[in-house]
C-alpha cells in the first residue's frame, strides 16, 4: 500500500521530495511534514538517487504514492524523470515544485498532478496534496458532481432550440450578449459572458479571456511562445490572458492525469 490509514482514520501519503538545492528541499520537506495526510517523506537530491528510492520502496512493498519534482537538476531533469516515472506499471503521482512556468506543457503531457512554482506557499501545496488524495482514490471527503446546468434556449427561424453545455465548444462575448461556438455553427444569446460563466460553473467551462469562456474538454492544444498563452479549440485559437494561465494550466494539467 502507498498510503497509511492511522487510528484516527487519516490516511498518510508515503511521499518523495526530490530538489537538488538543499535548502529548497528543506523547505518543502518542513511543509509537507505539517500536513496531516503526509505520512513518510522521503529525499533525494537528484533523478538517480530518486529512481533508487523508488525501487527501494517498491521492492519493500511500501511503494511512494506521490513524487514531488523539481524540474532543473543536474544529470536526470525532472521532466525526463516524469517520464520514466510515467511509464512505471504502478506509477506515483508526479507533482511538478519548479521555480520556471515554461515546462507546463511538459507536464500537461506527463499528466502530472499538479504544477507548483517557486516559492512555494502553504496553501498552494495544501491544494496540490488534495489533488493527490484524491487521485489514489483515499479522499474521504470527495464532492457530489455538481448538476448538468439546464440547457440554453436559442432561436432559430421562428423555432426555440436547447443548447446543452455539453455542445458548445467555446463563448464569445459580444456586448451583453453571448456567442456560443458549436461544431455545427454558432448561435447568439441575450445574456452576459459573465453571468454565463457563473451559471456553467462546475460544466467543465474555464474563463481563459475577458472575453471567451472555453470548453476545458474541447482544448486540443496549449501554446505557449514568447510570454504570449493561447489554445486551440477546434481550428480556432484563442488568447488567454496572463492572469488566467495559471489556472488553465492547472486544470489540464489534473484533466490530463485522468485520462486513460
Same mark, same amino acid.
Given at each position: 500500500?502507498?498510503?497509511?490509514?492511522?487510528?484516527?482514520?487519516v490516511?498518510?501519503?508515503?511521499?518523495?521530495?526530490?530538489?537538488?538545492?538543499?535548502?529548497?528541499?528543506?523547505?518543502?520537506?518542513?511543509?509537507?511534514?505539517? &500536513?496531516?495526510?503526509?505520512?513518510?517523506? &522521503?529525499?533525494?537530491r537528484?533523478?538517480?538517487?530518486?529512481?533508487?528510492?523508488?525501487?527501494?520502496?517498491?521492492?519493500?512493498?511500501?511503494p511512494?504514492?506521490?513524487?514531488f519534482?523539481?524540474i532543473?537538476?543536474?544529470?536526470?531533469?525532472?521532466t525526463?524523470?516524469?517520464?520514466?516515472?510515467?511509464?512505471?506499471?504502478?506509477?506515483?503521482?508526479?507533482v511538478?515544485?519548479?521555480?520556471?512556468?515554461?515546462?507546463?506543457?511538459?507536464?500537461?503531457?506527463?499528466k502530472?498532478?499538479?504544477?507548483?512554482?517557486?516559492p512555494?506557499r502553504?496553501?498552494r501545496?495544501?491544494?496540490?496534496?488534495?489533488?493527490?488524495?484524491?487521485?489514489?482514490?483515499e479522499?474521504?471527503?470527495?464532492?457530489?458532481?455538481?448538476?448538468e446546468?439546464?440547457?440554453?434556449?436559442?432561436?432559430?427561424?421562428?423555432?426555440?432550440?436547447?443548447?446543452?453545455?455539453?455542445?458548445?465548444?467555446?463563448?464569445?462575448?459580444?456586448?451583453?450578449?453571448?456567442?456560443?461556438?458549436?461544431?455545427?455553427?454558432?448561435?447568439?444569446v441575450?445574456?452576459?459572458?459573465?453571468?454565463?460563466?457563473?451559471?456553467?460553473?462546475?460544466?467543465g467551462?474555464?474563463?481563459?479571456?475577458?472575453?471567451?469562456?472555453?470548453?476545458?474538454?474541447?482544448?486540443?492544444?496549449?501554446?505557449?511562445d514568447?510570454?504570449?498563452?493561447?489554445?486551440?479549440?477546434?481550428?480556432?485559437?484563442?488568447?488567454?490572458?496572463?492572469?488566467?494561465?495559471?489556472?488553465?494550466r492547472d486544470?489540464?494539467?489534473r484533466?490530463?492525469?485522468?485520462?486513460?
Amino acid at each position: 500500500m502507498s498510503v497509511l490509514r492511522g487510528k484516527d482514520g487519516v490516511v498518510g501519503l508515503r511521499v518523495l521530495a526530490v530538489d537538488d538545492e538543499a535548502p529548497a528541499l528543506d523547505d518543502l520537506v518542513h511543509l509537507l511534514s505539517a &500536513h496531516p495526510r503526509i505520512g513518510e517523506i &522521503h529525499t533525494a537530491r537528484d533523478g538517480a538517487a530518486a529512481l533508487r528510492k523508488l525501487d527501494r520502496a517498491l521492492a519493500d512493498g511500501r511503494p511512494i504514492a506521490a513524487v514531488f519534482l523539481d524540474i532543473r537538476m543536474p544529470g536526470l531533469d525532472g521532466t525526463v524523470l516524469g517520464r520514466v516515472l510515467a511509464q512505471f506499471a504502478r506509477a506515483p503521482k508526479i507533482v511538478f515544485v519548479t521555480a520556471y512556468e515554461g515546462h507546463a506543457v511538459d507536464a500537461f503531457e506527463i499528466k502530472a498532478t499538479d504544477y507548483i512554482l517557486k516559492p512555494v506557499r502553504p496553501e498552494r501545496l495544501n491544494e496540490a496534496i488534495r489533488r493527490v488524495t484524491e487521485a489514489t482514490g483515499e479522499d474521504d471527503d470527495e464532492p457530489a458532481d455538481p448538476a448538468e446546468p439546464e440547457p440554453m434556449p436559442v432561436e432559430l427561424g421562428g423555432v426555440t432550440r436547447f443548447v446543452t453545455p455539453a455542445e458548445v465548444l467555446y463563448v464569445e462575448a459580444q456586448g451583453d450578449y453571448a456567442r456560443l461556438h458549436t461544431s455545427a455553427g454558432s448561435h447568439l444569446v441575450r445574456i452576459p459572458l459573465a453571468a454565463l460563466s457563473e451559471r456553467w460553473t462546475g460544466a467543465g467551462f474555464v474563463r481563459v479571456h475577458r472575453s471567451h469562456l472555453v470548453a476545458l474538454s474541447a482544448i486540443k492544444e496549449l501554446r505557449l511562445d514568447s510570454g504570449r498563452c493561447t489554445v486551440l479549440v477546434g481550428d480556432t485559437e484563442l488568447p488567454v490572458s496572463r492572469r488566467h494561465v495559471r489556472e488553465l494550466r492547472d486544470l489540464l494539467v489534473r484533466r490530463a492525469r485522468r485520462s486513460p
